[in-house]
């Protein structure tokens, strides 16, 4: 419980600095500093039975399907981590208060800050590799935030995205691998997956799943090939470059490889790939921390080349490697951040890292030169101090090992050449900046506050009580360190001399080596110069930009914006699905006997193709193309009436000269003549899709028809009149069977109406002065004879409509017709006398009509609930009465008023407000 | 001889409808064309008319009446297009 | 009485709402349509959350008219649809509200044609007949076409001109697979067509087959399949907040459609149409995938990229879904879930920040600096690590689901780069883009337009909608892993729907 709420802390404790944020910076800093505090000693309540060999675990259950749960232990190298990453931040919260200017924003620095240092906590005790990664990934994106904070530079935005994009990628190659172990493991503890060591290791998948884990680890700890981001991410405020940078975030990717190595490692593979891949890190972060003129530059490539020689002991994985891997990991965080925080404090100071401007500060600074003095020495291996030590074990390992037969010398020799380089480094770091002769500087440097010293101070002092006492001081925590890396009962012995012998030549070699190199740096810079070596950042922003464009451009290719090409995919998609299926089909011709072909049948389908092939022909002249389909439509009518469909017949009828109306309205506001801008090849290609698909359609069509059929259709043949009291089926299954279709599609009616009024409503479309061939318009708007002989229509057409409303339950017609009847008739009245003249006598809203209409429907549907009924449940009964005779009262009939008010408001809303919107913005040059 | 009447009867209203589809291909104007389109409609109803009575049936005597009253609006339409442009004003 | 008409109580509601508000009201209508359509959304959410409860002891079927499963129309509430319909519920409600802050003026009928559009979402999810399905893809269609109009602008209604007629094809092809589907099998319900299906042989499987593929493909377009999501991108980039938030289900309708059919109708017991376009759905889900990454990173404005994360989400529900175990099934219906309310909540952000960048509006480059830099920052922030699946948010959750659903060597080799990689893809372009439009602003003073607290909060709902999914990501993942059990037992959905009793009309 208690390692729970260590982790969780940081986490809930973030909120604390945003809370006070409007207070001073001491509070600010106080709110955080007491969250890193409490986490400490809730780690040092934890510590004494870690010690004594326990591991405290802690399992609550989040979600067991995938196998994640919240599940965090204590062992040694947690122990290790943890109390580096607790250490050493709160010295960095104390650094940071006085490092951040007055101008930033403290608050977000903390809590960003305790957000990471939470997450790193949460890296190191996951007992759960998934748990593990989610911290992983927490720890990447909170970076990301601390490496931007000064957000408005644009070396901290572009070093931020750089980081979160190389670490960010590694988490995904990180998961992918932890997948992998978890599917052979079968479990995601940490538990199980130590005891199915053997297994993973000896599984087909133990080679992707180690290269995945190991792209994770290298990205995160900046390994070659991957280092580039991380001298960027010195963008960041300084507190965060040796929090991040050296101390913690860099060795999660160091953590990782420790903490799996008792599943991974031992291996050929491990060996060779990590054991290289650290030594070239290590050489490589050398060479160039030596060339670096940036302070921080410089602790960043050293940063580089100390993680590659922990890298490569793990690589080695020997006891002693592993032990020195682990001491060099402690030493390396304290003498690191210590330095960091030195630059930190030169920069603060002197407004400048720039090593060539930089000189002479011994006078101005002079306990930071001891600081760094001291500090670097560790670094640089000298003996006495901490770094010596470790860098003993290192050259003991790197000469012990005999992985490459014959060549394995030059193991040892590569070793001893990258300490020469770090040697020399160091030199630079003191020498350049406290001695040397002194420059112009941005301010006059003196010693910052003392509390910024403290904590370079407190690493310094440990730097040199580890080296000196490495047994009374670290050996305690490295035991259990190391048994959880290599196994039961490690011991852990550490010595200050081990008397002459090679490695301490190694050492002599090195420290002479690096003063040599150091004396000679200005031949190496020359040497260097010939290189043109670009910005790591640089060449990211712009192969980041080009892939951009890339995409930008491949995607204008694939999406066009041709509406022709987006129609053809559809279309094309079809044929790819149905053609295949089709193939199949043995024999397209059903069993059904066919019916014979009578004159007017023929003469019938002959008007048919030719007006539909005409459609398409005529398309460039649109009034030309619209009569044709109009001559479709009345051909599709009359086929339905030869199969006896009256009902589809006169539904289609209207519904075909409403929308021929409607399209000729719009016809108006249309470019009047087409240019032809298909070229051959496409018509060609338009052609074949078009012929295609039509053939596909029509060859199923044809398999349809011709085969034998029973459907739901005999049902409701036979429970019209029992169950719908209708004798017109089709009339019955629109109120009654499917009523609730019907009410679905008034609504779409509805729906249209409302939508077409809110799209004309915000157009100021523009309008000819004359037609197609440049004739003015006729000034006669509304020729007597069409309006005598229109009033005549309106009474006649409104009769038959209620006609064959009132009889469509049994006979032919319904709400649907009858509505549209009643439109049709009065969108005459409004071709014939104007829009005003019908306001004047019929001034209704029609979009209220067609929601009534809706409302009326949809209301008998709820009615049938008084009656415990579903919904749209209908009722019907006869009624004798005397005179008028026997007839039939049928809820339906209310629900077909509704359609038909619905259809008559949808429709004349839609042509009515076309009409108003000319009305409205007509040019006036024609006088009248 | 009633069926023989109304067969002669449906094959010159067919031959007449065919007429009417070569009048609408050829225009040339659009007036032609409109006119084309009436006189099929006038046609089509003809024909229903005629097989109503070949079925004894009154049941397709609306749909004339529908194909009768519809066909006139959609020629006014057309015709107001060509006129005025705008059809509802 | 209502509860035993609670299932078609979510249909209703919004309908009636709907028809109210086309009302004249007076003076001042804007606000009664508010009142009505809140009141309509609240109303949703606690019907669906009572179904919800009930769905999980019974699945429940309403025949509509009384009219008896296969011969009426009937509406069945089974965990699937329950889930549905509250996810569309609790995103309608904040994204309502967000419009209610002034967007719902920029043109007339919004508050209506958001109810319709409602209506038609609930529909499609609640029927359980085939041609019902198409009705209320036509509501859900025509509403959407008048609603991406919405503030009017010429980019806006040629983005809608492409929208509506690739739909409008879509429409006819869907009419001819009924027609077909009708033709061989005699029915229209689905659980009646689901029986008749597996019984066919010969020639007329391979007709029910291309039924079923111009049906897949019909909800491919409404998905956002790979060569038919072209519709996507621009609509959803250029039409205001509200209407592309509340169209984050929209995709999701298509993809129900899919889940729906192509297990019930075309599942592994559909006799010789069995297992029908799984293979299309995992080769045409992968492209989509593939090219929703390189869309995103390619994308030079905001609303775009998330529209391209869209398309990413898309290809990897409907790949995910044609592995077809039950894990993957569980898998997309909790992905489903996340990336619903991320993207509804990513939308109206983006909004927000186009309106007070000004004259950058959501384009990825410097610009000014907004009024409300932290807040929305620190949404943006979240939003884009739960969309691209970073942990701590359920992102990451539902990318483990997916992930650990591939089963096989060949499923793993393709899915898992692919999947990975987009989110990578997403990483940078959504870390260039939150650079760029919060990092990299113009010194001066900042814009002058910020938006009410209430606003904000909304999109801050959406999130806590991510936030929960995280924490409750057990309990949520026990009701999909349901929902994947049921489906994968097609048999009960076909039982409690034929076997209905008390169809005798009086």
Known sequence: MYLALMVALPFLGAIAPLLVRHHSRRTISYAAGAVAVVSLLLLGYLTPSVLAGEVPQFLA????????????????????????????????????????????????????????????????????????????????????????????????????????????????????????????????????????????????????????????????????????????????????????????????????????????????????????????????????????????????????????????????????????????????????????????????????????????????????????????????????????????????????????????????????????????????????????????????????????????????????????????????????????????????????????????????????????????????FNFNRQFDIRDAKDVFAGIVSRVTRFCDNLMQRIETGSLQRYMAALFILVLVFVIPELMNISALTGSRPQLDVDAISLSGAIILMAAAFGAVIFHRQRLTSLLMLSVVGLMVSLVFIQFSAPDLAMTQLVVEVVSILLMILALFFMPQRIPRSSTGGRVARDILIAGFVGGVVGSITFALLTRPFSSISDYFLANSVPGGGGTNVVNVILVDFRGFDTLGEITVL??????????????????????????????????????????????????????????????????????????????????????????????????????????????????????????????????????????????????????????????????ANFGQMTTRHRPRQEGH | MLTTVLQFAFFMFSVALLLNLLRFFRGPDLLDRILALDTIYINSLALLILLGMWHHTSFYFEAALLIAMLGFIGTVAAAKFLLRGDIIE | MLSQHLAI??????????????????????????????????????????????????????????????????????????????????????????????????????????????????????????????????????????????????????????????????????????GILYGITGTLNMADMAMKVSTLTGDDAAIARSGGLLLLIVSGLKAALLPLYFWLPQAYATTTGTVAALFAIMTKVGIYAIIRVFTLIFGADAGLAAGLGYDWLWWLGLATLAVGGLGVLGSRDLRLAIAYLVVISVGTMLTTFSMGNDRAISGVLFYLLHSTLVTGALFLLADVIAAQRGKTASRIIKGRKLAQHAALGLLFFVAAITVIGMPPLSGFVSKLFILEAARTGAQVALLWPLVLFSTFLGMIALSRAGSRMFWHTLPGKPADISHPRGQLATIAVLLLGAIALTIFAQPVSDFTTAIADDLSQPERYIEAVLQLTGGDHE
Not at chain 1, 820 to 833: E, F, P, S
Request: proline share 4%; aromatic share 12%.
């Open chain 1, 61 to 524: 259950t989040w979600l067991p399907q995938l196998g994640l749960h919240v599940a965090f232990r204590l062992d040694g190298l947690s122990l290790l981590f943890a109390a580096l990453i607790l250490g050493i931040g709160l010295l960095i919260i104390i650094y940071a208060h006085f490092y951040l200017s007055q101008h930033d924003d403290a608050g977000r620095f903390y809590a960003c800050l305790l957000l990471f240092m939470g997450s790193m906590l949460g890296i190191v005790t996951a007992d759960n590799l998934i748990l593990l990664w989610f911290f992983w990934e927490l720890t990447s994106i909170s970076s990301f935030l601390l490496i931007g904070f000064w957000f408005h530079q644009s070396n901290a935005r572009r070093g931020a995205r750089m980081a979160l994009a190389i670490t960010g990628a590694g988490g995904l190659a990180l998961l992918a691998g932890i997948l992998l172990i978890g599917n052979i493991a079968g479990s995601y503890q940490l538990d199980a997956v130590f005891a199915a060591a053997d297994a993973i290791r000896a599984h087909s998948l133990y080679v992707p799943a180690l290269l995945l884990v190991l792209i994770g680890a290298f990205t995160k700890s900046a390994q070659f090939p991957f280092q580039f981001w991380l001298p960027h991410a010195m963008a960041a405020p300084t507190p965060v470059s040796a929090y991040l940078h050296s101390a913690t975030m860099v060795k999660a990717g160091i953590f990782l490889l420790a903490r799996l190595f008792p599943v991974l490692g031992g291996t050929f593979e491990w060996f060779t790939i990590v054991t290289l891949v650290g030594l070239a890190t290590m050489l490589f972060g050398a060479y160039f921390a030596l060339l670096k003129n940036d302070l921080k530059g410089l602790l960043a490539f050293s940063t580089i080349s100390h993680l590659g020689l922990i890298t490569m002991l793990l690589g080695l994985g020997t006891h002693g490697a592993l032990l020195a891997a682990l001491f060099h990991i402690l030493n390396h965080a304290t003498f690191k951040a210590g330095l960091f925080m030195i630059a930190g404090i030169i920069d603060h100071e002197t407004g400048s890292r720039d090593l060539r401007k930089l000189g002479g500060l011994r006078k101005a600074m002079p306990m930071t030169m001891w600081l760094a003095m001291i500090t670097s020495a560790a670094m640089a291996g000298v003996p006495l101090l901490n770094g010596f030590l470790s860098k003993e074990m290192f050259f003991t390992e790197a000469y012990q090992q005999h992985l490459f037969g014959g060549l394995s010398w030059f193991i040892p020799v590569l070793v001893t050449l990258g300490a020469m380089l770090s040697v020399a480094y160091s030199i630079r770091f003191v020498y350049d900046v406290f001695f040397d002769k002194a420059h112009e500087l941005p301010k006059q440097p003196h010693e910052p506050p003392i509390m910024m010293r403290v904590p370079v101070l407190i690493l310094a002092a440990l730097c040199i009580t580890v080296g000196i006492a490495p047994m009374i001081m670290v050996s305690g925590f490295l035991t259990p360190a190391l048994t959880s890396v290599a196994g039961a009962d490690a011991e852990v012995y550490i010595a200050l001399w081990h008397g002459f012998n090679l490695p301490l030549l190694m050492s002599v070699l090195a420290l002479l080596g690096g003063i040599i190199i150091y004396l000679q740096r200005t031949e190496l």
């Open chain 1, 750 to 911: 509805a729906i249209a109406a409302a939508g077409i009024h809110k799209l004309l409503n915000n157009l100021r479309p523009f309008m000819p002065s004359g037609d197609v061939d440049g004739r003015a318009w006729h000034q006669v708007k509304h020729p007597m004879m069409l309006q005598t002989i229109s009033q005549l229509v309106l009474p006649l057409a409104l009769m038959v409509s209620m006609y064959i409303f009132l009889r469509g339950h049994n006979l032919p017609g319904g709400g649907f017709i009858a509505g549209l009847v009643t439109a049709a008739a009065m969108i005459l009245q409004y071709m014939a006398n104007g829009v005003d003249w019908v306001k004047e006598r019929f001034n209704y809203n029609y979009q209220s009509l067609a929601a009534i209409g809706v409302l009326i429907a949809s209301l008998t549907g709820v009615g049938s609930w008084l009656f415990g009924a579903n919904f749209l449940t209908s009722w019907f009964t006869y009624l004798d009465w005397p005179i008028v005779g026997k007839f039939e009262i049928a809820t339906a009939i209310l629900f077909d008023l509704g359609v038909y008010l619905t259809v008559i408001g949808a429709t004349l809303m839609i042509l």
């Open chain 3, 9 to 178: 109580l979510p249909l209703l509601i919004p309908l009636f709402a709907a028809l109210l508000q086309l009302f004249p009201w007076g003076n001042n209508p804007q606000f009664y349509r508010r009142i009505i359509g809140l009141v309509s959304c609240s109303l949703l959410i606690i019907v669906s959350v009572t179904l919800l409860l009930q769905v999980n002891s019974t699945t429940l079927v309403y025949a509509v008219g009384n009219w008896q499963a296969p011969y009426g129309i009937v509406l069945v509430v089974d965990r699937l649809a329950a889930m549905m319909v509250l996810l569309t519920a609790l995103l309608a409600l904040p994204v309502l509200i967000f419009g209610c802050y002034g967007e719902d003026n920029l043109g007339s009928h919004f508050h209506a044609l958001f109810q319709f559009q409602l209506l038609g979402i609930l529909g499609a999810f609640l029927t359980g007949d085939l041609f019902n399905l198409f009705v209320f893809f036509e509501v859900l269609l025509i509403s959407s076409y008048a609603l991406l109009m919405h503030g009017g602008g010429k980019q806006k209604l040629r983005a809608t001109l492409h929208y509506v007629l690739l739909n409008l094809a879509g429409s006819a092809l869907f009419l001819i697979s009924l």
